[in-house]
């Protein structure tokens, strides 16, 4: 194989780490698996990775991106807001159905974590990253649909990671996906109720500091 990038070619270990993963467990792969998956040296792991934390780390960033990144895509200005966020969140749960083995390694990736020593800060990361994505998304949607948030954003963050978290998890122990769409178009009315335009805001605002004559 050609002389490729180094960040291309941590790319391609990223992806095929979580081919191996997904198909093997996370404790049962090593560099050597995923170096033969991604047809690569040793040495080549070893000049784009300094540790194993940091290719675990890797692959909790990647596989966030992979669901995460096409749900901004339709939050457009000018659209229905309750159609914006049903859209987004059946964006993401399409990925949830279509790639259940990826979301499932995410889980797994976090009790590999927790149990590991040394390894521990990883799972706060991937958590902090799953807040990140849906701080984005709340930015993003009120910044181009011009709403504000009615209650602190980092309450309604944590809310929608949470639901989404363990609707996820659900999904994969008991499987169910009309129900489980039913309750993402339960949180998408929830959570269209937690925003409003931000002139409504502002006139509300103005109404709560004014003096009684």
């Known amino acids: 194989m050609g002389r490729l990038p180094s960040a291309q070619r941590r790319r391609q270990l990223v992806e095929a780490a979580i081919r191996v993963m997904t198909r093997d467990g996370v404790a049962q792969t090593t560099t050597r698996s995923i170096c033969a998956e991604a047809g690569v040296s040793l040495s080549v792991f070893h000049y784009c990775f300094e540790s194993k934390q940091a290719l675990v780390e890797a692959v909790m960033h990647t596989i966030t991106a992979h669901s995460v990144t096409p749900v901004a895509e339709h939050l457009r200005p000018g659209r229905d807001v309750h159609e914006s966020v049903v859209a987004a969140l059946r964006t993401y749960w399409d990925h949830v159905r279509a790639h259940p083995a990826e979301h499932m390694l995410t889980y797994e990736l976090t009790q ?3 149990r590991r020593p040394g390894f521990a800060y990883l799972a706060e990361r991937q958590y902090e990253q799953y807040a990140a994505a849906n701080r984005q998304l709340l930015d993003h949607l009120c910044t ?5 948030p009615v209650v602190p954003a980092e309450i309604l963050v944590r809310y929608l990671t949470s639901v989404i978290d363990g609707l996820t998890l659900n999904y994969l122990v008991l499987g ?10 339960t949180l998408a009315e929830h959570l269209v109720g937690q925003v409003r335009p931000r002139a409504a805001a502002e006139e509300h605002a103005g109404d709560d500091s004014a003096v009684p004559g």
């Open 112 to 114: 590999y974590a927790l």
């Open 176 to 185: 169910g996906g009309q129900e489980a769409a039913a309750v993402l178009d």
């Open 144 to 148: 181009e649909l011009d709403l504000v």
